[in-house]
């Protein structure tokens, strides 16, 4: 079992729909990351949480350290929000990161 | 935000010859960087782990005489991929760690990605 898992793998939305990813993991963590991959690859960190809620323009993060679960919210969606969202978590003995398999989102106009 | 940068964003080379690949942390310093490798539609693999001034550490089945790690400055770490072969084709993307805050503060450049003829 992964220490980080994400559901779902794979998310399919019309343009304006409310998206939600989530992240759940099995370890301490002191910081957890949410990544967006566009197709040509580049990565960009989009949050970094150790507690409460985030939010930046449309995005919104949210962890709950007890539950060991973090969301990412995506509101009035858009196709251009279509990437790979990941997961990413830094485990409080660790010295890197650990990554989650990703959630592939696509955004249809 | 902190920005890392990578070059180049693409390069073709011929098997057999050597590529290097920059990383540079732009407005912060950088203790320590991470040089990862990305297959098609798999998640960041760890590479190596790079510390300023220090030699890099290696991940388990990482070959060091391969993918040769220099961390010179806070500023910079570079990947250099030696006697490149088609199956080192791959996406390689680097991230830099803040040194003013915990070392849970990772920024990641754009990536390189890297095809071996």
């Known amino acids: 079992k992964n220490e980080v898992e994400q559901s779902p793998q794979n998310l399919t939305a019309q343009e304006g729909e409310f998206i939600t990813i989530n992240c759940s993991y099995s370890v301490g963590i002191s910081a957890l990351h949410w990544l967006q991959q566009h197709p040509g690859g580049g990565i960009v960190s989009l949050f970094m949480?150790?507690?409460g809620k985030k939010k930046h323009g449309r995005l919104i993060a949210t962890i709950n350290i007890q539950e060991k679960h973090s969301s990412l919210h995506i509101t009035a969606s858009h196709p251009r929000d279509s990437a790979v969202y990941i997961c990413?978590?830094?485990?409080?003995?660790?010295?890197?990161?650990?990554f989650g398999e990703g959630t592939q989102l696509t955004v249809n106009p | 935000g902190a920005v890392v940068s990578q070059h180049p964003s693409r390069v073709i080379c011929k098997s057999g010859t050597s590529v290097k690949i920059e990383c540079r942390s732009l407005d912060f310093q950088a203790t320590t960087m991470f040089w990862y490798r990305q297959f098609p539609k798999q998640s960041l693999m760890l590479m190596a782990t790079s510390n300023e001034g220090s030699k890099a550490t290696y991940e388990q089945g990482v070959e060091k005489d391969k993918f040769l790690i220099n961390h010179a400055s806070l500023t910079l770490s570079t990947l250099t991929v030696t006697s490149a072969h088609p199956e080192d084709s791959s996406f390689y993307i680097c991230s830099a760690r803040d040194a003013t805050y915990r070392g849970d503060t990772q920024y990641f450049g754009p990536g390189t990605r890297l095809t071996v003829l």
């Open positions: 949480l150790s507690s």
């Open positions: 990413a978590v830094w485990k409080t003995s660790g010295s890197r990161l650990t």
